[in-house]
Nanobody
Framework: QVQLVESGGGLVQPGESLRLSCAAS????????MGWSRQAPGKQRELVATITSGGSTNYADSVKGRFTISRDNAKNTVYLQMSSLKPEDAAVYYC????????????WGQGTQVTVSS
């Protein structure tokens, strides 16, 4: 249905910024709500941002005001701009696609590692 490949992760210091990209393939991408989630060792998976096909966005309280999700349907790409990064933001970040039937974000890629440390 939808294949997702995340990139852009890396090592940054607290307070710095990072931009993640998600390359998607599949004929339904432009009509699919997309999101970014993260999973840190010992923590539950957290959906941090979503964006509808029309560009409406939502954010988890933990990242609100610091992260921005966007999409370019013509390029089949979703982005996550992360600013003012904190050590608590360190995790594997996944690009997620919403299941059009269940409404759950059940599709994701292999993830990209974000490390925030001095």
């Amino acid at each position: 249905q939808v294949q997702l490949v995340e990139s852009g992760g890396g090592l940054v210091q607290p307070g710095e910024s990072l931009r993640l990209s998600c390359a998607a393939s599949g004929s339904i991408f432009s009509a699919t709500t997309m999101g970014w989630s993260r999973q840190a060792p010992g923590k539950q998976r957290e959906l941090v941002a979503t964006i509808t096909s029309g560009g409406s966005t939502n954010y988890a309280d933990s990242v609100k005001g610091r992260f921005t999700i966007s999409r370019d349907n013509a390029k089949n790409t979703v982005y996550l701009q992360m600013s003012s990064l904190k050590p608590e933001d360190a995790a594997v970040y996944y690009c997620d696609a919403q299941d059009p039937i269940s409404g759950e974000f059940d599709y994701w890629g292999q993830g990209t590692q974000v490390t925030v440390s001095s």
